[in-house]
């Protein structure tokens, strides 16, 4: 079992930066690869970017691609979502994911096992 809290959402005006947090606990931190997806109202759920079980690799959709950083600390059990010039086309919830029986397919929602709660992101334009 493994339990994800997100935090660091809020309203921030287009142009600006917020950095997501999602700490874990439940299992060894550094087992299992993290994503981050997004839903905005009438939309499906969306990837946004993922990160390897040490860091090593890291994917983002074309979309956040060169705006968007995702990292972690396995000392912390976190994970992080750095996102910069940010524009009212990124407002949704974001929720990160544990891919706990992979490998699998990182920018599906299916590869995952465990979910977040969700931390919602407005960008006013």
């Known amino acids: 079992q493994v339990q994800l809290v997100e935090s660091g959402g809020g309203l921030v005006q287009a142009g600006g930066s917020l950095r997501l947090s999602c700490a874990a606990s439940?299992?060894?931190?550094?087992?299992?690869?993290m994503g981050w997806f997004r839903q905005a109202p009438g939309k499906e759920r969306e990837f946004v970017a993922a990160?390897?079980?040490?860091?090593?690799?890291?994917y983002y959709a074309d979309s956040v691609k060169g705006r968007f950083t995702i990292s972690r600390d396995n000392g912390k059990n976190t994970v992080y979502l750095q996102m910069n010039s940010l524009t009212p086309e990124d407002t949704a919830v974001y929720y990160c994911?544990?891919?706990?029986?992979?490998?699998?397919?990182?920018?599906?929602?299916?590869?995952?096992?465990?979910w977040g709660q969700g931390t919602q992101v407005t960008v006013s334009s």
């Open positions: 994911a544990a891919e706990i029986h992979g490998p699998g397919v990182l920018v599906s929602p299916a590869a995952y096992d465990y």
């Open positions: 439940g299992r060894t931190f550094s087992s299992y690869a």
């Open positions: 990160i390897s079980r040490i860091g090593r690799s890291t």
